[in-house]
């Protein structure tokens, strides 16, 4: 598998702590992404071979816009959501992720993927 991990977070110090947390494991984090259209940016440029998508994002888009076009492009994603709405959350499934990591997390959340 791809080792480089996009970031897709608009929170500066979740984006960090996923960051420091994934290096140490051994993945290289290709960037932080704070909106929709700077990952699609991030995304062309550095074909990441898995993203850590927040739902939930500053701007017109949401994770779940993004997750339709990472679907497409056969890039594996893993939500980030503090939000446990029931309705925004079938509408995440719908997009087949790998799996949702709910924050706040630790570190084994992230690292068992």
Same mark, same amino acid.
């Given at each position: 598998? &791809?080792?480089?991990? #996009?970031?897709?977070?608009d929170?500066?110090?979740?984006? &960090?702590?996923?960051? #420091?947390?994934?290096g140490k494991a051994g993945y290289e984090v290709c960037g932080i992404a704070r909106s929709v259209p700077i990952a699609q940016e991030m995304i062309k440029k550095?074909?990441?071979g898995l993203v850590l998508l927040d739902i939930f994002l500053k701007?017109?888009?949401t994770g779940i816009d993004l997750a339709r076009q990472l679907r497409e492009d056969n890039i594996a994603f893993i939500y980030l959501s503090a939000n446990s709405n029931e309705e925004i959350l079938?509408?995440?499934?719908?997009?087949e992720p790998y799996g949702f990591i709910v924050k706040p997390f630790r570190e084994k959340d992230l690292l068992r993927f």
């Open positions: 598998m &791809n080792k480089k991990v #996009l970031i897709v977070e929170q500066f110090v979740e984006a &960090n702590d996923f960051q #420091l947390m994934l550095e074909k990441p701007g017109k888009l079938n509408a995440a499934k719908t997009t």
